[in-house]
């Protein structure tokens, strides 16, 4: 599994001190150079900069080229780098929270998780003893989640 990850997981799992899962889960992970600069404007002391400013060398990579059918969907800049990351080569699986992004990225059929994905398939491969109070967390972090699906991502890890 490859991950190309947007700022918005970045930012969120770090407010919560889990965006490591971001480097544990798959066997590689790219933040385009975009979504970087994103996470890069927060103020200095900003969990997600921090956690950006202490990666190894080489997650951190330039954007791809922006087709236009992924342009016309005049997303940010980090979702749609993201998004041309994925579509130039299939194997990558975009980390996306953006609703608009998720839908581009339906459309275009680009694998797609976000920050909850995150979390329940940490949660899945036993890196995470319990997925609930994460997921709290990230909701009391700013994360835009529903009710009903924490209810389902709950039930799919027997929480």
């Known amino acids: 599994m490859r991950w190309v990850v947007n700022a918005s997981p970045v930012i969120l799992l770090a407010k919560i001190q889990q965006a490591d899962l971001l480097l544990r889960l798959p066997e590689t992970t790219v933040i385009p150079q975009s ?11 900003d969990p997600g900069r921090r956690w950006l400013e202490n990666l190894p060398e080489g997650i ?12 016309s969907w005049d997303l940010g800049a980090g979702e749609s780098a993201v998004l041309a990351w994925a579509a130039g080569d299939r194997s990558w699986e975009a980390v996306l929270d ?62």
């Open 60 to 71: 951190v990579r330039p954007d791809k080229h922006l087709p236009v059918e992924i342009a």
């Open 98 to 159: 953006d609703r608009a992004a998720r839908r581009c990225a339906e459309v275009m059929r680009i694998a797609c998780t976000g920050s909850l994905g995150v979390i329940l398939g940490a949660k899945k491969r036993g890196i995470i003893h319990q997925a609930r109070p994460l997921i709290s967390a990230l909701k009391g972090a700013g994360a835009h989640i529903s009710e009903s699906l924490i209810h389902e991502t709950l039930q799919l890890v027997g929480e």
């Open 35 to 45: 979504a970087a600069t994103e996470i890069l404007a927060a103020q200095p002391d």
